[in-house]
Structures are given as structure tokens and as C-alpha cells.
């Protein structure tokens, strides 16, 4: 294996482990929510708030970047941007008030905008176009699970200090990434094209670069129209997902367990009930196979999948968590074991386990169906960008997910008690899934129009040059 493979290797490797830590952050905070609140004597649905508004900055600020990556040093960018977002949360560890608390969390959005953008352009120059949804769906894959190891990580390291440690200790992490940037190698533009193959092997280079004026080509095209609205529906059910732990902690502490032990135990079944999110490399490659069969193949393929995740989800959310056996210490490893052992000889618990795989295993064939489809519709230089106005969709989704939900929670609560507000709340925003699987069987008619145009495009000017 020669030094230019390991270099390749190795900066897919860093930069799917950095697609992990946006989600990270989005997922550290909510289980925090009560600790914050009572530290900072403010109400829990105002932390909210800052959570929809961090996700909305990211999504806004990552159009910047994506703008950015068709024109500058993409490596220096991506460093400029972990800076930015490591020192805002290693300030959210030393904040005193709500309004510091709110602005840190601006700023870290501002930085986490970089990670998506700047990582999807790489990636996409790199990865094989055959390959391209099964190696996709790892890097969306880091991001669903950096979600899970957020929650996780505030659960565990809350539970034996305060809620300030876990934010200290993401942003460490972040600065020690900064080293491993230095060593990753950038890509050409365009260099995992069939269609540029030869001009590169020739040593030739594709000097095209985004425009100014390209915006409006890029916005107006079909494909990337109907993409957007399925973004954004989607992330709307989605990103109410992160009170998962909350209905957890709810339905465990209503059988007279500790706070502390209860939030230890919801983060854990939180990483549980999304292993399904595994087999994610699976439907990617599925839908690569599709693919090669017809262009609207994998359209097709994912607005079926989009449709069978509500049912999962909603029978999650209903079936309760009867027989519940767990220890009345707070031993992070004693309580994971019971939980472990309850899915095996608790019914109730491993209902719920079958209903959540399945759940998560759908909802994780969207992610590399629709980034290897935004990826295909997309030229080489425009791509960093589409990505990032598609993000901008994803953002406003989960932060309508995010704040509707508090909203919708607040007057569901006024007549109905824990559980069974959550249970209802989150219920309904799994409805939001149906235009959102309408959306990919609109833009399969217009995918193949858009696929051949791309690629025609990029032969003749493989051609002129």
C-alpha cells in the first residue's frame, strides 16, 4: 500500500470521527437539562430553546463554510472551525448564567458549522462513486452515534460530578483533533469521478470553482429542491428524538428510582435502543445496488423505508417498562448489566428493544440514500455548498422539532401526567415522516434528469481539458 492510500485511509478515518462531534454536543446537553436548570434557576423548556438555537447557528453558519470549501484551503478551514467551537465549549464548563450559557452555545454552532460541510466535500472527493452510499452511511452513521455517546457521556460523567465536566472534557478532545488535521491529506476536486479519471491520471487537475452565481443553480435545481423538503420534514421528527432519555428517566423514576440512578439507566437505554442505527453500511448498500439498476432506484427504495418507521417508533414510545429491576446504588456498570439482563428476561423490556432495532435501523437507511443522492445530483464544486443549504433544511427541521415539542409538551401536560405527555407529544411528531417519504417519491421522476446532466457536464469538460 502506497503513502498517498494511507494518507486517503486516514483522513476518511478522521474525518468520519469528526462527523461524530456536532452530534455530540446536540446530544450532551439534553440529558443535562435538569442539572442546568437547577444550577442556573431557570425554567427546563428555556434550555430548549438554546438547544434549537445552537442547531439553527450550525445549520446557518455551515452555508459559510460549504460557500468557502469551493475556494479556500479546506484543511485550514476545518482548523479554524475546531478551534472555534473547542473554546466555546470548554467556556460553556465555566459559564455562570443563562445569557452567558446562550451565547456560548451561538458561538459553538458558528464552529460546528465547519464539521458537515467541510467533512461531505472531502469525503465525497475521495470515496469511489460505486462505493459511495455504503462508505456515506459511515460517516453518517458517526453522527448518529455521537449523538448516543453525548447522552451517554453526560449521563456517566454528571452522575459523579456536575454537568459542567462533560462539556470540559468534549473540548480537550476538540483541541487534540486540531494535532491530527495537520496530517491529513486534501483531496482533489472531483478526483473520485469516473468521468474525470483520465484527466487526473494524466496530471491534469479539474479547475472548476464555485461562483457566486452558481447559488441560484444550485437552489433551483429540482433534485436538490425536493432534498431539502425531505430534509427538513425529517429532522423535524428526529430531532425531538433527543427527549428520548427524558420519557426514559420519566417511566423509570415512576417506579420509585433515584434521579441519579434514573439518569444513569435512560442514558444507557438511549445507546441501546439505537443499535438498530448499525445497519446502517447495510441500506446503503442496498441502495447502491438500486442504483445501478435505475437512477430513481434508491429514491424509491427510501421513501418505503421512511414510511415503516412510524409505526416502530410509536409502539416504542407506548410500551411500558413494567418489571423494571434495577440496582438502588449509583455503579454505572451494575446498573448496564442489569439493563443488559432485563432485555433478556424482562417481556416488557424486550419488546421495546425489538421495536427500537427496527426503528433505528430504518430511520438509519435515510442518511446515506439521501447523502449519496445529493452527492449525485450535485457537480464536484457545488457540492460543499448543497450540502450545507440541505443542512440549513436538517437545522430548521430539528430545531422546529426541538422548540415545537417543548411547546406542544407544555399544553399536552396541562391535563395529561408523566409518561403519557411525552408518549403523546412525541407520537405526533412522527407524522412529519409522511411528507417526508412523499418528498423521495416526487424527485425519483427528476433524479435520473439531473444524474445524466452531471455526468455530462463532467465528461466534456474532461474533454476541453
Avoid at 443563562?98 to 467533512?119: D, E, K, R, W
Avoid at 441501546?272 to 446503503?284: A, V
Avoid at 407529544?425 to 435520473?448: E, G
Amino acid at each position: 500500500m502506497d503513502i498517498n492510500n494511507i494518507k486517503m485511509i486516514y483522513t476518511v478515518f478522521v474525518f468520519i470521527a469528526l462527523a461524530a462531534f456536532d452530534n455530540i454536543i446536540i446530544g450532551l446537553f439534553p440529558p443535562l437539562f435538569s442539572s442546568i436548570a437547577k444550577d442556573m434557576n431557570v425554567q427546563i423548556s428555556s434550555l430548549g430553546i438554546i438547544s434549537a438555537v445552537n442547531i439553527l447557528v450550525t445549520s446557518f453558519s455551515s452555508i459559510l463554510w460549504g460557500y468557502l470549501t469551493g475556494k479556500f484551503n479546506r484543511k485550514l478551514l476545518v482548523i479554524i472551525g475546531t478551534i472555534i467551537w473547542s473554546f466555546s465549549v470548554f467556556l460553556i464548563s465555566r459559564c455562570s448564567n443563562y445569557l452567558q450559557l446562550f451565547i456560548l452555545q451561538i458561538f459553538t454552532g458558528i464552529g460546528l458549522g465547519c464539521i458537515a460541510s467541510i467533512g461531505f466535500s472531502i469525503l465525497t472527493d475521495y470515496i469511489p462513486n460505486k462505493y459511495r452510499g455504503m462508505l456515506l452511511s459511515l460517516w453518517g452513521m458517526a453522527q448518529g452515534f455521537g449523538g448516543i455517546s453525548g447522552a451517554l457521556m453526560a449521563s456517566l460523567i454528571a452522575s459523579f460530578t456536575s454537568w459542567r465536566k462533560p462539556f470540559e472534557f468534549v473540548s480537550i478532545i476538540g483541541f487534540l483533533l486540531i494535532i491530527l488535521y495537520f496530517f491529513i491529506r486534501e483531496p482533489t476536486v472531483g478526483e473520485s469521478e469516473p468521468e474525470l479519471q483520465n484527466l487526473i491520471k494524466e496530471g491534469h487537475e479539474y479547475n472548476y470553482s464555485i461562483q457566486f452565481n452558481h447559488l441560484y443553480e444550485i437552489i433551483s435545481k429540482r433534485s436538490n429542491i425536493l432534498l431539502f423538503l425531505q430534509a427538513f420534514f425529517m429532522n423535524i421528527t428526529t430531532g425531538t428524538l433527543i427527549w428520548l432519555p427524558t420519557l426514559y428517566i420519566s417511566k423509570i423514576q415512576q417506579q420509585d428510582y433515584s434521579p441519579k440512578v434514573s439518569i444513569i439507566a435512560a442514558g444507557y437505554l438511549f445507546a441501546i435502543f439505537q443499535l438498530g442505527g448499525l445497519t446502517s453500511p447495510l441500506f446503503g448498500h442496498i441502495g447502491d445496488m438500486v442504483q445501478k439498476k435505475t437512477y430513481k432506484g434508491r429514491a424509491i427504495l427510501t421513501s418505503c423505508v421512511v414510511f415503516a418507521i412510524i409505526p416502530f417508533y410509536i409502539a416504542m414510545f407506548i410500551v411500558p417498562m413494567y418489571g423494571l429491576k434495577l440496582p438502588q446504588n449509583n455503579y454505572p456498570l451494575i446498573i448496564l448489566m442489569t439493563l443488559l439482563k432485563g432485555i433478556v428476561t424482562n417481556p416488557w423490556i424486550c419488546i421495546i428493544f425489538t421495536l427500537s432495532f427496527f426503528a433505528s435501523a430504518l430511520q438509519s437507511a435515510n442518511t446515506p440514500n439521501w447523502l449519496a443522492l445529493i452527492t449525485d445530483v450535485n457537480l464536484p464544486e457545488h457540492r460543499g455548498t448543497a450540502f450545507s443549504i440541505a443542512n440549513l433544511a436538517n437545522g430548521l427541521g430539528r430545531t422546529i422539532g426541538n422548540a415545537g415539542i417543548g411547546i406542544l409538551l407544555s399544553a399536552v401536560s396541562v391535563n395529561i401526567r408523566e409518561p403519557q405527555n411525552y408518549i403523546i407529544t412525541l407520537s405526533l411528531f412522527q407524522l412529519f415522516l409522511i411528507p417526508s417519504a412523499l418528498a423521495y417519491i416526487k424527485m425519483a421522476k427528476n433524479n435520473a434528469k439531473d444524474i445524466n446532466e452531471v455526468k455530462n457536464i463532467l465528461h466534456k469538460r474532461a474533454k476541453l481539458s
